[in-house]
């Protein structure tokens, strides 16, 4: 990483994107102290997270506030049942058993995994895993949530669900999410924010719909948007408000009823 | 098709279960012709997976047939069927071992029995294919996530398979190294190979693909081109696929009659001059486009 | 393989299931050690029975009878060698070991049948195990399923790079299995790598102690079978 500049608010959700190698995950983990800690290396600058600084902090003192979710949830499931995993990470902290209790049953609630309670993670599908790992990370109420490809194994349906999610937790509760994710067309409909690294340096910084359309060439394009670039050319400019297919749509529909509404008046008074 | 429809795969009525029970095939009747690209779409759970490998024998029926070029797959063993069949992993590093890229590559013609100086010319033209030659001498365990990707392509380019199976080849890529995957797809169907993918990018699918069969619960709902299979509401909501971009918003413009289906349409130029002749001719006070 | 399949655990609802685990340790081990100590072919059979019929209450008997034919092999030849190496009138003594090595095998499946990866753990935590050693041993098994899988995928993975390991000599065959130890031991190394960074990322490895969120806590039954097995303990010394 390379002279990287960022702010993050509470309840932002950003969607950190970049070519393989860029230093996203290299970035992710300097929020929690996996870096400098776990990994070595040399951490120059000024940096902050939850009034810590990740060189003075050892990443056990930042699980209580940043919760970190990997792309695999094999590899961060630990025990034999749902509960148990959930538990782990309010031991961790060391929280009476009353309290521990209160959030795991919430927690089950929650992400509707009530009846997956005994259930070994062996036993659950992709997208129950995936929901499983932020589940036991959100129960230690973290006030950053970062996510490294959390959808890399799910297929888009699911991984839409899934984002979905994380977002209504970041308006719920005002977490402030990052996530890192290829797929523009899963990921960006639920960003507030667009971060685009490449070699080590971040080279945008945005608005998604905005972003994406100065660096098509580094992410890849959206069909929906380049719609609505084409139709601009062509002198019909969109409002959009997010960049999916479904905000596109109606923004269509909206020109097209007041064009139809403008035709009908002009028709209907001539003078 | 211009090409020759000869049935390479064979899949009669096949049923697979899992040794712990699951029942993953539910009756698969499916025919893969020579030449074609076809991308096998659904869920996860679906038996997508699972059935591309009955294509090499890794996985056989419990009940049913598979044919590979006429030989039925319980005769053969793995290693005999992928001579024919290549499959390519969706994830590199569960077969990565060799100390170099070159050895890497020339495993499997080894396997196969291939004399040294045909070995040569293979992997050097694999290794060129996927822009890897300059990394031969190095260790399979120092490249990138993408060229790790590449090296188990080339690996099995090199024994030149008439039929090539690719389980998720763009999952986890980024938009780069999906554009040089595109590339090689392309190249393949050049090659007149006979190309099998399990996706999920349907984006990729209608760039790139002939026929698109649609999985859900171990079973084929539909196969066909992506233009037709792709459209269709109730099969997309029966097989929980997400449609493309485009389309997704056609048929919400479709809901409001501002398009019919006639008028759908894959790419975004062409999309806009439609909707600019229906939002102009409305402009202009003249009959609606529709 | 198989074998391995005797030492999962799967969820019923048996008072056995409900029994405090370490009661099930003590019982398991009990027989163990009665096993050791007998020196008759009556008593080895005494305790072989006991075990099956402990799994009968549990429901597994099935299981557990599975798990004794897998060790009738390995018990035959123990049963041979000992029959070879000693004197060729004696049966008795080499049937009496090749049965000890069932009943010990059997009433060790037995807790593990009974017994879940995390109640193995609680049990060594209220015997103050520390918490990175307990650990150690629910995530060994909690991952064993998984590990099962990742040597299946290497395997298929070189067999389609035409590593024949289903057809041609057993010596062949041998060689060519080496193959999969690389890709795999990679794989293993970073998947417990990226085990290792999720652990410390939920806060493991504080030098604060953890609290525990399910506590053991012996019951009336609990006491009760310890009391009854006591007694046939004592029964089977006296007999």
């Known amino acids: ?271 | ?290 | 393989m198989e074998a391995l399949r005797a030492f999962r655990f799967k969820r019923e609802n048996t008072v056995i299931d409900k029994a405090d685990p370490r009661v099930r340790a003590l019982l398991s081990a009990s027989l163990a050690a009665l096993s050791l100590y007998a020196q008759s072919v009556e008593k080895h059979l005494m305790v072989i029975l006991t075990v099956l019929a402990v799994a009968a209450v549990a429901r597994r008997l099935r299981k557990l009878a599975g798990v004794v034919k897998a060790a009738l092999p390995l018990s035959a030849v123990i049963f041979a060698l000992n029959w070879l190496v000693g004197s060729r009138t004696d049966l008795v003594q080499p049937l009496v070991l090749a049965l000890r090595f069932l009943a010990l095998s059997a009433s060790l499946s037995l807790f593990f049948m009974t017994t879940s990866p995390d109640e193995l753990s609680l049990m060594l935590e209220s015997m103050r195990l520390p918490r990175e050693y307990s650990m150690l041993v629910t995530m060994s098994f909690r991952f064993v399923p998984t590990l099962a899988l990742d040597v299946e995928a290497v395997m298929h993975a070189l067999q389609s790079r035409g590593l024949e390991l289903e057809r041609g000599s057993i010596t062949r065959r041998v060689k060519n299995y080496l193959y999969l130890m690389v890709p795999l031991i990679v794989y293993e190394v970073r998947r417990s790598l990226m085990a290792a960074e999720a652990l410390e990322a939920r806060g493991f490895g504080s030098p604060r102690k953890p609290t525990r969120y399910r506590e053991l806590r012996a019951k009336g039954s609990d006491y009760l079978f310890v009391v009854l097995l006591a007694v046939y303990v004592a029964l089977f010394l006296a007999l």
């Open chain 1, 1 to 271: 990483m390379r002279d990287v500049h960022l702010e993050v608010d509470a309840g932002e959700f950003i969607l950190l994107v970049g070519p393989s190698g860029c230093g996203k995950s290299t970035f992710a983990r300097v929020l929690n102290g996996l870096i400098p800690h776990f990994y070595g290396g040399e951490l120059t600058g000024e940096v902050e997270v939850c009034g810590m600084d990740p060189r003075e902090h050892p990443t056990y003192e930042f699980a209580e506030c940043v919760g970190f979710v990997f792309q695999n949830p094999e590899n961060q499931l630990f025990f034999t049942s749902v509960e148990r995993e959930l538990a782990f990470g309010l031991e961790n902290l060391g929280l009476p058993r009353e309290e521990i209790s209160r959030r795991v049953e919430q927690a089950l609630r929650e992400y509707q995994l009530a009846e997956l309670r005994d259930r070994s993670p062996y036993e659950l599908s992709g997208g129950q895993q995936q929901r499983l790992a932020i589940a036991s990370v959100m129960v230690m109420q973290p006030k950053v949530l970062v996510l490294d490809e959390p959808t890399a194994n799910l297929d888009p349906f699911t991984a839409m669900r899934i984002l979905a999610l994380v977002r209504r937790k970041t308006l719920e509760e005002r977490v402030a999410a990052i996530v890192i994710e290829h797929r523009l067309e899963v990921a960006l409909p639920f960003a507030t924010r667009m971060v685009v690294m490449v070699g080590g340096r971040i080279v945008d910084d945005g608005r998604p719909v905005e972003v994406v359309a100065r660096q098509k060439h580094v992410v890849g394009r959206l069909h929906a948007l380049e719609l609505v670039e084409h139709l601009a050319q062509a002198g019909f400019s969109l409002e959009v408000e997010k960049p999916s297919p479904e905000h596109v749509a109606l923004s269509i529909v909206k020109a097209y009823r007041v064009s139809r509404l403008a035709a009908r008046r002009k028709r209907s008074d001539p003078g």
């Open chain 2, 1 to 290: 098709m211009q090409r020759e429809e000869s049935v390479v795969i064979q899949v009669r009525d096949l049923y697979y279960t899992y040794p712990g029970g699951v029942e993953a095939l539910r009756g698969v009747n499916l025919e893969v012709y020579q030449g074609e690209v076809l991308a096998i779409m659904g869920e996860n759970g679906a038996g997508k997976t699972t059935l591309i490998k009955h294509f090499n024998g890794i996985l056989r029926p419990t009940r049913g047939q598979v044919l590979v070029k006429g030989i039925d797959t319980r005769q053969a063993s793995v290693a005999e069927l992928s001579k024919i069949v290549g499959f390519v992993f969706q994830n590199p590093d569960h077969q990565l071992f060799a100390d170099t890229v070159y050895e890497e590559v020339a495993f499997a013609l080894r396997n196969f029995g291939y004399p040294e100086h045909v070995i040569e010319n293979r992997v050097r033209w694999a290794l060129n294919l996927m822009d890897l030659w300059k990394y031969r001498s190095k260790s399979p365990f120092s490249l990138s996530e993408g060229e790790k990707k590449r090296l188990t392509i080339a690996s099995v380019l090199a024994y030149d398979p008439e039929i090539i199976v690719l389980d998720e080849p763009t999952a986890g890529q980024d938009y780069l190294q999906k554009e040089k995957i595109s590339e090689t797809i392309n190249l393949l169907r050049l090659m007149n190979k006979t190309v099998v993918m399990v996706t999920h990018d349907v984006e990729f699918v209608t760039e790139h693909v002939d026929r698109v069969a649609v999985m859900t619960k171990g079973r084929i709902l539909a196969v066909g081109p992506p233009q037709r299979v792709l459209c269709d509401t109730q099969l997309l909501r029966e097989s929980r696929l997400v449609p493309p971009q485009l389309i997704k918003l056609s048929l919400i413009l479709r809901r409001h009659n501002i398009l019919n289906e006639q008028e759908y349409e894959w790419r975004a130029d062409k999309l806009a001059l439609k909707l600019v002749k229906i939002l102009e001719s409305d402009t202009n006070g003249g009959p609606s486009g529709i």
